[in-house]
């Protein structure tokens, strides 16, 4: 539990985790004769005792929680920076998401305005555990109607890593059981559960020996943007898409390009981007349930995020597919999002386009066929592919989201960089391919 001690800007403010950290207080506190603010949290209560003992000079009890923005796996260190931009405190990368804190107000700001998380989760216990029982307890002890009123509906969900516990579905039950125990001891009430929209959306995950309890603060996940109405062949997760062009180093101004936009994600995506607008500007969250519900606050942050976006004209951003059907698809998708204007859509086969400039990024991500047809005609594609690349858009980067393995061989071409990614459970790699006139050509070896 204890996490070692946390000192905030100028080490002025201090969060003391658990029992380990006594002695650094004390130290602390022995050095510094003006007051000071003293951040106390979890399992502090016994340290907060024995600081108004007297040692200390003031323990204020600052509310700094902790949350876990989970997204696609490969995205972890794009989070990261998107976070920090966000003013996020003490961030981690783990598999497949972000620990991180801050005031817990911070979460209405992240699900507004990440566009690469899938959930903001709130954490409200983390304890060692061996059995159900203890799953049990840790969640009983909790102080559910402080959180939400019984009439909300709920649902748990349970994730582990190298559990011992035989079944995941008994935790669940167990989970589900101690919250809605409580919750009728405390209320005479029992709430219900929804699977399918809940109104408090409960996440428990185990790991070998620890047990945490986040509450979902995002509802739908944050990659339903409420944008795209019409879908094409294998659509990309928004969040997905807008982790390709971070990972791109593409930049609002920068000529972009999507020659097999499909239902066009990734041109969504790039001129919501271009015109900073938040992506949960047209969406409710989790967070919206909860009794700790602060309208006003949240009313100012929508009023801020719409005020900042800039004006819809067209910018250098380009699609076009060789589908008639999916092209009209994304251009209802940027009709609905009132992003028409921002985009030039055409329809082209992908081998006779020509570069719209004499400079930019590519981002896309090809057909992927698991049939021998589609994987023969795919073997002709590459090829084919490469050369278009290779002749039409020197000066360009390339940047192809493919879970085809064969790709960077039968593409001909030298890749620069290879970034592993999942779309859903497919593993992908995003292959970075940068076209300069003349040294681009890579003679039949393997790379
Ligand atoms: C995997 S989908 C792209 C999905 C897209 N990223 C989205 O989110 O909707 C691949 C697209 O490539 C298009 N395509 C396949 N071969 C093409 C070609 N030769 N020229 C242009 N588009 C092509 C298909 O019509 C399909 O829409």
């Not at 490969?74 to 990368?93: P, T």
């Not at 507004?112 to 304890?127: E, G, K, T």
């Not at 795209?228 to 593409?250: D, S």
């Not at 992506?279 to 801020?304: C, I, S, T, V």
Request: hydrophobic content about 40%.
């Amino acid at each position: 539990m204890c996490a070692g001690c946390h000192y905030g800007a100028g080490a002025r403010i201090a969060t003391y985790v658990g029992a380990q950290c006594r002695e650094v207080a004390r130290e602390r506190n022995r050095r510094h004769t003006r007051r000071r603010r003293i951040m106390l949290r979890d399992c502090c209560d016994e340290l907060d005792q024995e600081l108004q003992c007297g040692i200390v000079v003031s323990a204020t009890l600052v509310n700094m929680e902790k949350f876990f923005a989970t997204c696609p796996r490969g995205l972890e260190l794009a989070l990261v920076d998107e976070l920090r931009l966000l003013n996020a405190q003490d961030i981690h990368a783990v598999g497949g998401g972000v620990r991180f804190a801050g005031e817990f107000f911070l979460c209405y700001r992240v699900n507004l305005a990440s566009r690469l998380a899938s959930r903001i989760l709130w954490q409200v216990a983390a304890d060692p555990y061996r059995t159900e029982d203890d799953v049990f307890r840790s969640v009983y002890r909790l102080p559910w109607t402080k959180w939400f009123d019984p009439r909300c509906t709920i649902r748990v969900d349970v994730s582990a890593t190298k559990s011992p516990l035989a079944s995941l579905n008994f935790v669940t039950l167990k989970i589900k059981d101690a919250v809605c125990d409580k919750i009728r001891r405390l209320s005479g009430r029992r709430p219900d559960v929804d699977t399918r929209a809940p109104d408090v959306p409960i996440q428990g995950h185990l790991t070998d020996r620890d047990f945490t309890l986040y509450l979902d603060t995002t509802g739908e996940p944050l990659f339903k943007r409420g944008q795209r109405v019409a879908t094409g062949e294998a659509p990309l997760r928004e969040n997905l898409a807008a982790g390709i062009l971070r990972l791109a180093g593409w930049a609002p101004g920068v000529p972009l390009l999507d020659p097999m936009c499909g239902s066009g994600t990734i041109l969504l995506e790039a001129a919501n981007m271009a015109l900073d607008i938040a992506p949960g500007l047209g969406r409710g969250f989790a967070f919206e349930k909860l009794k700790n519900f602060d309208a006003r606050h949240w009313r100012e942050l929508l009023r801020q995020a719409t005020a900042r976006q800039k004006p819809k004209k067209p910018a250098a951003i380009y699609g076009s597919d060789r589908s008639a059907d999916v092209l009209k698809a994304a251009r209802e998708n940027l009709l609905a999002a009132g992003l028409e204007k921002v985009v030039s859509l055409k329809r082209a086969d992908v081998l006779e386009i020509t570069a719209p400039a004499k400079q930019g990024i590519i981002v896309t991500n090809p057909p992927y066929g698991v049939r021998l047809g589609e994987q023969q005609a795919l073997a002709e594609f590459y090829p084919k592919l490469g050369d278009l690349l290779k002749k039409q858009f020197s000066g360009w980067r390339a940047y192809l989201l493919s879970a085809d393995m064969r790709l960077p061989k039968l593409i001909h071409l030298a890749v620069s960089k290879r970034i592993p990614l999942y779309n859903g459970a497919l593993e992908c790699r995003l292959f970075e391919y940068k076209m300069v006139e003349g040294g681009m050509r890579k003679k039949d070896r393997l790379v």
